[in-house]
């Protein structure tokens, strides 16, 4: 050995150049970053005082298993022929195969149907499989090496089902280890169509990897078997808070300058671990500096979902607005005025995302009723953040800012009846939000936090008063009608107010499901505390749930008029009418229409308008012109 490194010194005799796996992936200014599945990581990694890193009550799973267990998890899409499956393993050995083989169940046997590397970083691996045929349940199989196997069941596409069920979930806290056996029983118990995670899967930040299969672990008996929506939000890519704005590089304490603290390769790998397998991007074009996007659609049964990334191209406070609070993005000055932090040229979801958002309206092929999901709420329905007396008039961090993008937002929703699912408030809350009036716009469910431990939020108006039109016989005290601390009008139709935060049975953690009645044209929203236990029915769920609503009244618009009868007969029922205003050229509305030969228009303006009418999109027939009737 001596010998060798006197050559190695001299330069007679090359150092052996490390497997690519054992460097550092991230850069030289990062050298610890995803440290659990990088460099040689199955040695011990000293820390302070001589603790091993991640050791404690809070560690997260050893990376180092036996090697027939490798492959912690797998989820999947389907839609439109395509499959697209990813499974994630444990870190590999140098010397250790990186070819995983994707097998389906064929006659009773199992089939190889493809293989694919292992992407490092990351650990993860991906399959997308066409022609596929989503009228039928196939089992698959994940295989690495001759031992290492895990195995689910891709279902087949629903489109029989009268009712599409969606569980709707997000803020899974890492202080809280181990299995999830209370909600991990219930959603199996209750067998939803589609699982939905909105964001911070994880809390680990630096060490994603080692957080994203904790997770997987603790919820792959639920996601093997059913098609599942993962989307990071902030604390998934390493932030506290996470304005995206297009991609630039955040340099600032607290990251409200926007844009993304660590390097481009950490954040794609977390997005291509939890998203890789939606269905493709609408627009794959990467952002600034090289980061990937996913922002897409996916059709279940006769639900079709939009899937936004509400951080991505969102505006950063700091520097562009005035600061009306301790930080650049808490506003706690209680005469502050709302327009003066709604400046011009912020951005909430972006052009891209609102371009998306105007073709998917217009799109219904093979669609009943749409429905949109993202990371955080179009409105700020908290009053106190942390701690229970701790009030917090704004926190730019929700959707409720900046208010004109907002505004966007929900018009965008409320053109197609389209209600909003998410998550990260860490408070169950129901609203229908409002635009230009109280009730015009859609519903939304706001999940809870799955494990409470990080952050406890509550709604306590200050008068401790209902507002006006508060739900008759709720035994909620302050539902209603109220502005947000950003002006934004909302309704508040129930929450579910931690108790004691220290005490896990009373931290309001759980999570949300959505059940689409689709003949009925009505959505249910049930919120389940984390210890309920859902085979003793609705009286489980926090108080103020179950909720049925319309999907109609996603549009609570009152018409000021009707525009000429149009003929729908050649349509059979998959008529799709869509009505423009011609002085604005913004399309009031997009709507499939279900078992009517004819439709009478209704407006909320003055104006000339054109109407296009078609089956499954609106490109069959244009009427322009077209002026409210007096009837």
């Given amino acids: 050995m001596r010998l060798l490194l006197c050559l190695m010194a001299v330069g007679l005799f090359a150092a052996p150049v490390p497997p690519a796996h054992t460097v550092k992936p991230f850069g030289a200014d990062f050298p610890n970053l995803d440290s659990l599945a990088t460099a040689a990581w199955w040695e011990p990694r000293g820390a302070a005082k001589g603790k091993k890193k991640g ?11 036996e090697r027939d267990q490798v492959i912690a998890f797998a989820l999947y899409t389907q839609q439109d022929g395509v499959l697209k499956l990813s499974a994630q393993l444990y870190p590999l050995y140098p010397d250790e195969s990186k070819e995983v083989r994707l097998e ?15 992407v490092f970083p990351g650990w993860s691996a991906h399959f997308r499989i066409t022609g596929w045929d989503g009228s039928k349940d196939v089992a698959y199989r994940v295989r690495h090496g001759e031992k290492a196997a895990f195995e689910g069941l891709v279902r087949r596409d629903p489109k029989e089902k009268e009712t599409i069920v969606v569980a709707n979930m997000s803020c899974n806290s890492s202080r809280t280890t181990g299995a999830r056996p209370e909600i991990l029983d219930n959603l199996l118990r209750q067998d939803p169509d589609l699982l939905f995670f909105a964001g911070d899967q994880t809390y680990r930040h630096t060490e994603h990897t080692a957080g994203w299969i904790e997770f997987g672990l603790q919820f792959r008996e639920v996601m093997k078997d059913r098609p599942t929506i993962c989307i990071p939000d902030d604390h998934d890519v390493g932030h506290p808070n996470l304005w995206g704005e297009d991609g630039k590089l955040s340099t600032a304490p607290g990251n409200a300058d926007g844009g993304y603290m ?6 794609n790998m977390v997005q291509r671990q939890q998203s890789w397998h939606l269905p493709d991007a609408f627009d794959p074009t990467p952002v600034k500096r090289g980061i990937s996007v996913y922002y897409t659609r996916l059709k279940v049964g006769g639900m079709d979902f939009a899937i936004l990334e509400d951080r991505k191209f969102k505006s950063g406070p700091l520097g562009k607005i005035p600061q009306q609070g301790p930080r650049p993005d808490h506003v706690t000055d209680e005469k502050y005025d709302p327009k003066s932090i709604d400046l011009p040229g912020l951005q909430l979801l972006g052009e891209r995302q609102l371009k998306f958002l105007a073709a998917w309206s217009e799109d219904w092929v093979g669609v009943r009723h749409k429905a949109v999901l993202s990371a955080t709420a179009f409105c700020g329905a908290v009053h106190m953040h942390g701690k229970r007396d701790d009030r917090l008039l704004a926190d730019l961090d929700c959707n409720g800012w900046p208010q004109k993008g907002r505004d966007e937002a929900l018009r965008a929703l409320r053109r197609v009846q389209a209600v909003h699912l998410c998550g990260d408030q860490h408070l169950a809350v129901t609203i229908k939000h409002g635009i230009e009036a109280f009730g015009d716009g859609p519903y939304a469910l706001t999940s809870p936090a799955l494990v409470n431990t990080i952050y406890g939020r509550w709604w306590h108006p200050k008068d401790e ?10 035994p909620l005290p302050w539902t209603g009608d109220f502005l947000d601390g950003l002006g934004n009008r909302m309704s508040v139709l129930a929450y579910a107010n931690p108790g004691d935060i220290q005490d896990e049975r009373q931290r309001a953690d759980g999570y949300g499901v959505a059940r689409f009645q689709l003949s009925a044209a009505k959505v249910t ?18 108080p103020g749930w179950p909720q049925t609503f319309r999907l109609q009244d996603n549009d609570g618009r009152k018409p000021t008029g009707t525009l000429p009868d149009v003929d729908l007969s050649f349509t059979g029922d998959r008529a799709v009418v869509q009505v423009i205003h011609e002085q604005t050229g913004e399309t009031v509305y997009c709507r499939r229409l279900h078992h009517v030969s004819s439709f009478t228009p209704p407006v909320f303006a003055a104006g000339t308008y054109t109407v296009k009418v078609g089956v499954d999109r609106p490109d069959a027939r244009t009427l322009t012109g077209q002026q409210p009737v007096k009837r």
């Fill in 55 to 65: 050791a404690g009550p809070t560690a997260p799973p050893t990376m180092v298993v």
């Fill in 262 to 267: 660590f390097p481009v390769a950490y954040v």
């Fill in 465 to 474: 008063k209902p507002g006006p039109n508060a739900v008759a016989g709720s």
């Fill in 525 to 542: 929203f049930e919120c389940w505390p984390r210890f309920s236990d859902a085979s003793k029915g609705d009286a489980g769920q926090f």
């Fill in 104 to 118: 389906f169940k064929r006659d009773d046997r199992w089939v190889e149907a493809a293989k694919t590397d292992v």
